[in-house]
């Protein structure tokens, strides 16, 4: 399961490791959703899932900053897969509560939460595909 999580982070960041300004920010869709804000979704939501970090508001993940640089988020999306396969390395029950933040409800098993990041990347790289053809026609992984 890991190592498919894995080729679906790695999909994600290659399509979107090469876009320039202000193409990479630029909303694909009606939504406004964009690669950038793809990436820095997927490292909250990675954070959220794996480490139990709180999102405050799970919309903003979508809109990356002025300020905000490809380079630094996909660094970030670099660091919190880094940090949530040490979180998944150490797991030997996968039946076992996953980390949530307090206040939030009983936790999922380890093994839906790798199920649902499956799902949740694979999804989001399928946006990125679609965004990412539109801006220079560039399709596959």
């Known amino acids: 399961m890991l190592g498919f999580l894995d080729y679906l982070r790695n ?14 920010r ?9 690669l950038l804000g793809l990436i820095k979704h997927l490292t909250a939501v990675e954070r959220f899932y794996f480490l139990g970090e709180p999102i405050p508001n799970l919309r903003r993940t979508l809109r990356p900053t002025r300020t905000e640089t490809v380079d630094g988020l996909i ?6 897969i880094a940090e949530a396969n040490e979180v998944i390395d150490g797991w030997t029950d996968l039946a076992a509560p996953a980390p949530r933040p307090p206040g939030r409800g009983l936790p999922p098993t380890r093994r839906w939460v790798l199920t649902h990041m499956i799902e949740e990347t694979a999804r989001h790289a399928g946006h990125a595909d679609i965004i990412r053809e539109r801006i220079d026609g560039s399709v596959g992984r």
């Open 11 to 24: 999909s994600v960041i290659e399509k979107v490791a090469d876009v320039p300004e202000p193409e990479v």
């Open 26 to 34: 630029a909303p694909g869709v009606a939504s406004g959703t964009n």
């Open 75 to 80: 660094a970030d999306y670099r660091r919190a």
